[in-house]
């Protein structure tokens, strides 16, 4: 049979009974230049020729790959640029990212601001993310978020687990938690010294013996919004973190078969999923337009509502957010729920390309171009409808969990803190032990036989010395007689 290429569609169903997806061939040509080197802009400052448009080139994982991000001029772009993300991973279970960030500081605005060019070094948790312009926008306004994206089907594989646009929070390594749950924020100042006398390592402050001490920094968390794809389907996934001091780990259902999941640890800790759509149905071979309007949650702190024996975080949510997602002019999200992180009032910022966050090895190719953002506050008239909706957002009593308040210690000397003003909800307990060393494991990944050397001297110890304090509450016990001690036994055996 010969088929014309009017026919050729009709043709392909009766060989195979599937149609061929329609995909919009792009005729004009585009003069393609690699991108500037990639930068660290969470650690490093940088130059404004690192800068493309509104972002930075941030990748991690791909050395020697193959993977490219280029750039190209485009008149049909609203922001007058084309962005070709190019993914081809090479290690199984590794991860590895290509993405663009909108959060980054520019050299010469930090110097101008006066700050400490010393204060930036690899041993102490970074503070760059909080002088990021983009999350200092007021989180009380709706911010909305435009771009175009284009993938073609044979670019896209069906399986694996990637995520093609989120929005981040900044974390604060100034804020400290202990093993007895005490959490504080720490002057800056006090955060350098522990890292230059001790260690400080992927969120965790040890000796310089890199011995364990009780004292966690924070180092953030999940994205609070993501659009996510994991074996054969698109997801939208909303997470939310009222807590102050958020852990690095938190807690990840595996699959997205539940749309609302709490974390059994931190029942504060939560996602949605709040919009799917199958491989198969998704508009490969041509531009779609995303559009999202998004009014973020607003955190606050209130001590008083602290109900989990020995825990110290007074984080709490103040309101639901609302988010909105056009694709191709069309409404495919209106939800309203918890949607970000404690940070300070701080919001998420934009990041778009690929985190792969399995290690897949799956390659993928697309394109994307004409990313805007631009914030209201509603003041205008024809606008009371949509002010009623966010001011319904509120979850938690007005005037209440609003105080900026926040508990504060002071570095006094050694491992020793206390509060400045001698009040305060809890002091900070860090002390080199083997219970600490012990209790480690639950945030560090145990790497090497000399961590698993020490980790069993430390359980052997205090396994031995609960059983020396075991036998001298027996043998005091015993020189008491027939005396009815119970309640003080027991208690010196808490």
Avoid at 86 to 97: A, L, V
Avoid at 408 to 431: I, M, Q, R, S, Y
Avoid at 454 to 470: D, F
Wanted: hydrophobic residues 30%; charged residues 30%.
């Amino acid at each position: 049979m010969i088929c014309s290429l009017l026919l050729i569609n009709s043709c392909f169903i009766l060989f195979t009974g599937r149609p061929i997806q329609a995909e919009v061939v792009e005729r004009k040509k585009l003069s393609w230049k690699g991108t500037t080197k990639q930068v660290d802009p969470y650690n490093e400052l940088v130059d404004r020729g690192n800068v493309i448009r509104n972002f930075v080139k941030v990748s991690t994982g791909l050395k020697n790959s193959g993977s490219s991000l280029k750039v190209a001029k485009d008149a049909e772009s609203a922001d007058g640029f084309q962005y070709k993300f190019d993914f081809q991973p090479t290690t199984p279970g590794k991860k590895s990212r290509l993405e663009l960030s909108t959060c980054y500081v520019l050299k010469s605005d930090y110097e101008k601001a006066g700050h400490d060019i010393n204060r930036l070094r690899d041993d102490v948790p970074s503070m760059l993310q909080h002088l990021c312009p983009v999350v200092s926008m007021p989180v009380e306004a709706i911010h909305k978020y435009t771009y175009q994206l284009r993938i073609m089907k044979r670019d896209f594989p069906d399986k694996g687990s990637y995520i093609l646009t989120q929005w981040h929070g900044t974390s604060d390594g100034k804020i400290l938690r202990d093993d007895n749950g005490c959490v504080s924020r720490i002057r800056d100042e006090d955060l350098v010294s522990l890292c230059e006398d001790g260690v400080c390592n992927k969120g965790r402050i040890l000796t310089e013996n890199e011995e364990a001490i009780g004292l966690r920094y924070e180092q953030g968390g999940y994205p609070p919004l993501s659009f996510h794809f994991k074996d054969g389907t698109f997801y939208v996934i909303a997470r939310s973190d009222e807590r102050e001091f958020i852990a690095k780990s938190g807690c990840h259902p595996g699959t997205f078969d539940k749309d609302h999941f709490h974390c059994p640890l931190h029942p504060r800790q939560q996602y949605h999923v709040i919009w799917k759509k199958k491989l198969k149905d998704f508009p490969f071979g041509q531009w779609n337009s995303f559009t999202w309007k998004i009014k973020w949650s607003e955190y606050g702190n209130d001590y008083s509502t602290q109900t989990n024996g020995g825990e110290h975080d007074g984080g709490v949510l103040l309101s639901n957010a609302w988010i909105r997602l056009w694709i191709n002019s069309k409404l495919e999200i209106d939800w309203k729920g918890p949607c970000g992180r404690n940070d300070d009032g701080r919001v998420p910022y934009f990041k778009m390309g690929i985190y792969n966050p399995s290690g897949s090895i799956e390659p993928i190719l697309f394109r994307t171009r004409g990313f805007g953002y631009s914030y209201d506050l509603l003041e205008r008239e024809d606008e009371a409808e949509e002010r009623e909706q966010v001011a319904n957002l509120r979850v938690y009593p007005r005037g209440s969990g609003d105080d900026k308040e926040r508990n504060f210690n002071e570095l006094k000397f050694g491992l020793e803190f206390g509060n400045p003003d001698g009040a305060g909800v809890c002091t900070l307990e860090a002390e080199s032990s083997q219970l600490a060393t012990i209790a480690g494991v639950k945030y560090s990944p145990i790497k090497n036989n000399k961590q698993i050397r020490t980790i069993l001297r430390a359980m052997a110890q205090v396994i031995m010395e609960q059983q020396q304090r075991i036998k001298e509450l027996e043998s005091k016990h015993s020189d008491v007689g027939d005396v009815d001690v119970g309640d003080d036994y027991d208690e010196e055996m808490d």
